[in-house]
Every structure is written in C-alpha cells, then in structure tokens.
C-alpha cells in the first residue's frame, strides 16, 4: 500500500522568508505527484505536479517543488512567501496501477507572520 | 472560470430534515467524486462515479445518498444526519478512463454544511 507522509501538521513564518513544506510517499512504482493549496473556506487548488522529465517542478504563485526518487521526496519550497500564502497545503500521489487514484497527506498549514 | 461549482456553499439543517448538495462540472470529464473534509481530519473519499457508475463506496452511512444522473451532475442527498456529519463537502472531477490520466483532480470550493 502506498502512502503519504507529511511531517509537519503546521509551519509558521515571519514574512518575505523562504519556506519549505515536507513531504514523503511509500511506493516502489513509480509515481504521480501533486501538490494542492486550500484557502479558507474554499476547495483544493493545484500548485504543482510532477508526472515525468525534470525533476525541479515549478508551480503557481512562486511555488516549486522537487522530485528525489532515491529519498521518496516531494518537498514544496518558496524563497520569499507573502501573508496571502496562508493556507492549507496537501500532498498527494497517484499511480498508474491503482486506477491513479489520489492519496491525500495529511496536510500542512502554511502560517505566514508579518 | 468555475470548472467545477457546488451549491449551496452553506448549508445549516436539523437532524430530521432532508436536503441535498448539488455539484456540476464543465470541463468535460468522465469521472467525479464526493470528499469530507472534517476539522483536524485527514480529507475522507466518500464516494466515486466513473461513466456514472458507482465505483467506489468507502463505508459511508446510508445517510448519505449518492446520484449521478450523468456525467457532469453529481449530487448527495441527506437525510437523518448527525451533528458530526458537519463539515466541508467537496466535490471533484477527473478524467478517469482513457489516455492521458494521472489521478488530478478538480476541486469545487465546497460546501460547509452544519447539523444542528
């Protein structure tokens, strides 16, 4: 079974410094991978996604991430992160042979400080 | 652009009354789903419709009622609900079947329901 993992259930920081949100998946095929935003009160967003080629995945809103197969990492990074990126942020990984369907971690609440 | 759209956003019903969510999706696909999303809970799969057929029922009371006239309607009909059965419903849309999946999903911005 396939899961994903992320380590840290809440992440402040002050204002215009860099942040990095964690994330970890079990598979031993390969894999899909996503990250979603959620703002209050609203549904799920894309950032990003990871389904082949560079590794270095570069999203919306300033937002990337990178792939590392040997250490099963997908971690979301931002050099300088505004108040409007305080938000939820979720992991997930689909792969082929499970139909792609979506697994979902636990999520990641981004609290940026003035 | 408002691929996927759920209403009504909010939602505030006893536990004897019937009500339902409607979801409605314009992009096209042939899949849609149905997510709970309960405070400090990980986001809950309740139901999937590929080609509107049920393909996944992942034991959820049957409080809960599914539809899905056709590929771009989804709805949940209420009934007898509980007050924990409050949360943020989420609908979503994919395409499934075919080339060119990978399992991404579209949210709609949900619904916030509360039982009182």
């Known amino acids: 079974a396939q899961s994903v993992t992320q380590l840290d259930s809440q992440v402040p920081v002050f204002e215009e410094a860099p942040v990095e949100l964690r994330c970890n998946y079990s598979s031993s095929v390969s894999v899909y991978l996503f990250w979603y935003v959620q703002y209050p009160n609203q549904g799920l967003q894309l950032l990003l996604k990871?389904?082949?080629?560079?590794?270095l995945v570069k999203g919306i809103n300033g937002f990337e991430a990178e792939f590392n197969k040997s250490q099963t990492s997908f971690h979301l990074r931002k050099p300088s992160v505004h108040i409007s990126d305080t938000a939820e942020y979720f992991c997930a990984v689909s792969r082929p042979d499970s139909s792609y369907k979506l697994i979902f971690g636990s999520g990641t609440r981004l609290l940026v400080r003035p | 652009e408002t691929g996927v759209t759920q209403t009504p956003r909010h939602l505030v019903m006893g536990m004897t009354n019937k009500k339902s969510l409607k979801c409605e999706q314009h992009l096209g696909h042939n899949a849609m789903y149905w997510y709970k999303q309960s405070a400090k809970k990980p986001l809950e799969l309740m139901f999937v419709y590929s080609l509107e057929e049920r393909v996944e029922n992942n034991s959820v009371p049957s409080r809960f009622s599914p539809e899905c006239p056709n590929s771009s309607h989804l709805f949940l009909h209420l009934h007898t609900l509980q007050p924990e059965d409050s949360a943020l419903y989420l609908c979503?849309?994919?395409?499934?079947?075919?080339?060119?999946?990978?399992?991404?999903?579209?949210f709609g911005e949900g619904s916030r329901l509360t039982v009182l």
């Open positions: 979503a849309s994919s395409q499934m079947a075919g080339t060119g999946n990978t399992g991404e999903l579209f």
């Open positions: 990871y389904l082949s080629g560079s590794t």
